[in-house]
């Protein structure tokens, strides 16, 4: 069952095309994350969804009835904003069943949903306090609660971990999965956090210029990728980019880079231009290996840029003919110290090929 659709929608303020021909399904029971770049339209799309505001143009389904012109109160929706916007003056305990006093939910029903979600969350020692009483997680998991108190199918929830420090964000995705699962709901999340969608999601539409450029499976998209932003933003260090032209040499396809020719095995679309030739080849950091030994790789001397220590992994970036790198590597291989001259190796198969222009994948290095 589809709990979301969205159809060609469309959204303008003035002059100015925030949104263009969007087109979302979100199946009912999934953990369905939006991700893209600050400005690229999330929150717009969030005003849509929950009823804040009406599109331009286009058509939006929950549970398969139109809903677009329909206002907030009647989309039986739960929403939590980016912001914790938690009233002041309001105890803990009635911050969180402000929905349901608004609906004129019965008592008795308001304390039993009220403290249920409040424990599960951890928070039910707090019911009793101020907002001015709480830490940032805290006031976090109480906002968190508001939003999904009232009983429902759906929850849409707009970048709710933001400004909030590694340690709490983390915490907090084992929460919002949790309760995704124990509700047995569909959640609409958005972020522009590359590690909160490969921790919560289990589907992703990739948000690009207001349009939808790629969705579907978490894993199918962080492997085989059909859209440039898709590889570059999805992962943790951003994968790399190389220039790259392609060429004919002894019948077969080549992309010539500044790191290595690259063989190329080439799928492309029935909509290429003749007359491409400059492309994108991209390479995500866990794909480039250091002094490597193993045969059957395409290799580059780099010198060692810069070390970021993470703990338990280091970040490497390097140099190769002014072109940069990153890869990371654990503490057991580090060894390296700034200015080292190293080995690149990347398997030719792991390098991906796109249209400069269009973002377009068209291939990838052929073994």
């Given at each position: 069952?589809?709990?979301?659709?969205?159809?060609?929608?469309?959204?303008?303020?003035?002059?100015?095309?925030?949104?263009?021909?969007?087109?979302?399904?979100?199946?009912a029971?999934?953990?369905t994350?939006?991700f893209?770049?600050?400005?690229c339209?999330?929150?717009?799309?969030?005003?849509?969804?929950?009823?804040?505001?009406?599109?331009?143009?286009?058509?939006?389904?929950?549970?398969?009835?139109?809903?677009?012109?329909?206002?907030?109160?009647?989309?039986?929706?739960?929403?939590?904003?980016?912001?914790?916007?938690?009233?002041?003056?309001?105890?803990?305990?009635?911050n969180?069943?402000y929905?349901?006093?608004?609906?004129?939910f019965p008592?008795?029903?308001?304390?039993?949903?009220?403290?249920?979600?409040?424990?599960?969350?951890?928070?039910d020692?707090?019911?009793?306090k101020n907002?001015d009483?709480?830490?940032?997680?805290?006031?976090?998991?109480?906002?968190?609660?508001?939003?999904?108190?009232?009983?429902?199918?759906?929850?849409?929830?707009?970048?709710?971990?933001?400004?909030?420090?590694?340690?709490?964000?983390?915490?907090m995705?084992?929460?919002?999965?949790?309760?995704?699962?124990?509700?047995?709901?569909?959640?609409?999340?958005?972020?522009?956090d590359?590690l909160e969608?490969?921790?919560?999601?289990?589907?992703?539409?990739?948000?690009?210029?207001?349009?939808?450029?790629?969705?579907g499976?978490?894993?199918?998209?962080?492997?085989?990728?059909?859209?440039?932003?898709?590889?570059?933003?999805?992962?943790?260090?951003?994968?790399?980019?190389?220039?790259?032209?392609?060429?004919?040499r002894?019948?077969?396809?080549?992309?010539?880079?500044?790191?290595?020719?690259?063989?190329?095995?080439?799928?492309?679309p029935?909509?290429?231009?003749?007359?491409?030739?400059?492309?994108?080849?991209?390479?995500?950091?866990?794909?480039?290996?250091?002094?490597?030994?193993?045969d059957?790789l395409?290799?580059?001397?780099?010198?060692?840029?810069?070390?970021?220590?993470?703990?338990?992994?280091?970040?490497?970036?390097?140099?190769?003919?002014?072109?940069?790198?990153?890869?990371?590597?654990s503490?057991?291989?580090?060894?390296?110290?700034s200015?080292?001259?190293?080995?690149?190796?990347?398997?030719?198969?792991?390098?991906v090929?796109?249209?400069?222009?269009?973002?377009?994948?068209?291939?990838?290095?052929?073994?």
């Open positions: 069952m589809i709990a979301i659709e969205l159809r060609t929608i469309a959204k303008k303020y003035g002059l100015t095309q925030i949104l263009k021909d969007v087109d979302l399904s979100v199946e029971g999934t953990f994350v939006v893209g770049l600050p400005a339209g999330k929150s717009v799309l969030v005003r849509l969804l929950t009823g804040l505001e009406k599109p331009s143009a286009g058509q939006i389904l929950l549970r398969g009835t139109e809903a677009t012109r329909i206002d907030s109160g009647g989309r039986n929706i739960g929403y939590v904003p980016q912001s914790f916007a938690l009233y002041p003056h309001f105890s803990v305990y009635d969180i069943s929905p349901l006093d608004l609906i004129k008592k008795p029903q308001i304390d039993r949903a009220v403290r249920q979600i409040a424990e599960q969350l951890k928070i020692h707090l019911l009793g907002p009483q709480l830490s940032g997680g805290e006031k976090q998991r109480v906002a968190l609660a508001r939003g999904v108190v009232k009983q429902t199918d759906i929850y849409i929830l707009d970048d709710p971990l933001v400004g909030l420090d590694f340690k709490l964000r983390e915490q995705f084992d929460d919002l999965k949790q309760m995704q699962q124990s509700l047995a709901a569909t959640f609409l999340y958005t972020t522009s590359p969608v490969l921790a919560l999601a289990d589907k992703v539409a990739v948000l690009d210029g207001g349009r939808i450029v790629e969705a499976d978490l894993a199918a998209l962080y492997r085989r990728p059909t859209h440039i932003t898709t590889m570059t933003l999805l992962g943790f260090p951003p994968s790399n980019q190389i220039g790259g032209e392609l060429f004919t002894a019948d077969r396809l080549w992309c010539r880079t500044g790191l290595f020719d690259l063989p190329v095995s080439m799928t492309p029935a909509d290429l231009p003749a007359e491409t030739g400059d492309v994108r080849v991209v390479i995500r950091p866990e794909d480039i290996h250091l002094n490597p030994d193993q059957g395409l290799k580059c001397q780099a010198q060692v840029v810069l070390l970021e220590d993470l703990g338990g992994e280091v970040i490497v970036y390097l140099e190769v003919n002014e072109i940069p790198l990153v890869t990371v590597i503490h057991a291989e580090d060894h390296l110290v200015n080292d001259k190293v080995m690149v190796g990347v398997r030719a198969s792991r390098a090929l796109f249209i400069s222009e269009t973002g377009q994948r068209i291939g990838q290095g052929a073994e």
